[in-house]
C-alpha cells in the first residue's frame, strides 16, 4: 500500500499525510472546529487541504513543505516549488473564518525524498516550511513557542496534535468530515530512524518523532481500526502541517503516515506494513538550524514601518541642514 499523501484532493501519487485515509476516525473532536472559531486550538491555520501552526511573533506560520510546495524529482535531486499563496484562520472574532495572503515561503533547504525513484512510497526528510504571512494573524489566534529541547522525546511525554484533518469521532465514516478542526492525546514512544520498502531503505537523518498509540476508548482490539469504539489519538489526512505540542508548546509538525494499519515496529516505518504517523522533529539539528536561520532574519512588519520611519525622518533631517 502506498503512502499517502496528506491533502484531501491531491492528484499526486505521492502522498505525505498526517495520515491517510481509515475507515474510521483516529482524531479527537475538542470544542471549536468548522465555522465556529470558538474553543481550542485557534492558531492552528486551515490551510485548505492541510494544516499549520501560527508561530509566537505572529507573522509567520510554520507547516509540512509538501503542504507549502509542489514536488519533483531532477535525476535524484529533489525539487520543491512553492505552490501556497494564502490560508485562514477560526477564532471568536472571526467564527465564520478570515483570510491571510502568504507572501513568502521558507522550505528547509535538506528537505528530500526518501525514495527518489519510488514516489508513490515515499515522503520527505525535513518537511518543514515557514510561511511569511502579510498581515498579523488575529489578536485571538493563539500562538504557538517553540521548544527546541527535546526534553518530551527524552522522557516520553504526553503530547498533543491537531489540524483540520479527516475525523468522525466518536466513531463512524469519515466522509465529508474534512475541513474540521480537531485535537488528539497521544505519548511520546521515541523517533523513527529508518524507513523500509520492500528492497529500499533509508536511514531518516531528521528522526521524526513516533507516537505511542495509547487509546483514549476501550477498543476490543487496538490494531483494529474497524472496531467504533477505537478512538486512537493520531493524525489523519489534512492534519499535515498541523502541531505537536508538549506543554501548549511546539515540538512537532505532521509530516506523514501509511497504510494498512499493523503493530508497532520499532524504530522503523514499515511502507505498507505498518500504520505509523510521524511528526518533523524540531528539536533535530537539521530543522533547529532551519527555524533559527529563518526566525532571526526575517523582520516582523513593525521592524519595516520603523525602519521606514526612520530612513525618512533622517532624509528630511538632512534636507533641512542643507543650505
Known amino acids: 500500500m502506498a503512502v499517502r499523501r496528506m491533502e484531501f484532493g491531491s492528484a499526486l501519487p505521492l502522498l505525505f499525510l498526517a495520515v491517510a485515509l481509515p475507515g474510521y476516525s483516529v482524531t479527537i473532536q475538542y470544542s471549536g472546529g468548522f465555522g465556529t472559531g470558538s474553543g481550542n486550538f485557534t492558531g492552528v491555520a486551515n490551510l ?28 535524484t535531486q529533489t525539487v520543491l516549488t512553492p505552490d501556497i499563496t494564502g490560508l485562514g484562520f477560526f477564532t471568536p472574532l472571526f467564527p465564520n473564518g478570515i483570510a491571510d495572503a502568504v507572501i513568502g515561503v521558507h522550505i528547509n ?41 527535546g526534553f518530551a522525546i ?17 466513531s463512524g465514516s469519515v466522509a465529508g468530515t474534512g475541513g474540521t478542526r480537531r485535537a488528539g492525546t497521544n505519548t511520546v514512544a521515541g523517533v523513527f530512524d529508518t524507513a523500509v520498502d520492500g ?67 520499532g524504530d ?29 532574519v526575517t523582520p516582523e512588519p513593525g521592524t519595516w514601518i520603523l525602519a521606514a520611519a526612520g530612513a525618512l525622518l533622517v532624509s528630511m533631517r538632512r534636507r533641512a541642514m542643507r543650505p
Not at 518543514?128 to 521548544?147: E, F, H, K, M, V
Not at 477498543?219 to 492534519?239: F, K, R, V, Y
Request: net charge negative.
Open 48 to 75: 485548505g487541504g492541510c494544516s499549520g501552526a501560527l508561530l509566537a511573533d505572529g507573522i509567520h506560520v510554520l507547516t509540512a513543505a509538501h503542504c507549502a510546495a509542489s514536488i519533483a524529482v531532477n535525476g
Open 109 to 149: 533547504p535538506l528537505a528530500a525524498l526518501w525514495f527518489p525513484t519510488d514516489l508513490a512510497n515515499s515522503a520527505l526528510m525535513y518537511d518543514l516550511a515557514i510561511l511569511d504571512l502579510a498581515a498579523p494573524a488575529p489578536a485571538d489566534a493563539t500562538r504557538y513557542n517553540l521548544d527546541l529541547s
Open 154 to 170: 527524552a522522557h516520553n511525554s504526553p503530547v498533543t496534535m491537531a489540524g483540520w484533518g479527516l475525523g468522525g469521532f466518536p
Open 199 to 265: 528492497a529500499l531503505s533509508v536511514n531518516l537523518l531528521d528522526t521524526p518523532i513516533e507516537l505511542l498509540w495509547t487509546t483514549t476508548g476501550p477498543p476490543n482490539n487496538s490494531n483494529d481500526i474497524l472496531d467504533p469504539n477505537n478512538t486512537l489519538g493520531l493524525s489523519n489526512a489534512g492534519d499535515s502541517g498541523g502541531p505537536l505540542l508538549f506543554n501548549g508548546n511546539l515540538i512537532g509538525i505532521t509530516a506523514f503516515g501509511n497504510l494498512p494499519r499493523g503493530g508497532l515496529s
Open 268 to 296: 522503523i516505518v514499515l511502507v505498507g506494513q505498518t500504520y505509523d504517523a510521524g511528526y518533523m522533529n524540531l528539536a533535530n539539528p537539521g530543522n533547529t538550524n532551519f527555524l533559527n536561520s529563518v526566525l532571526t
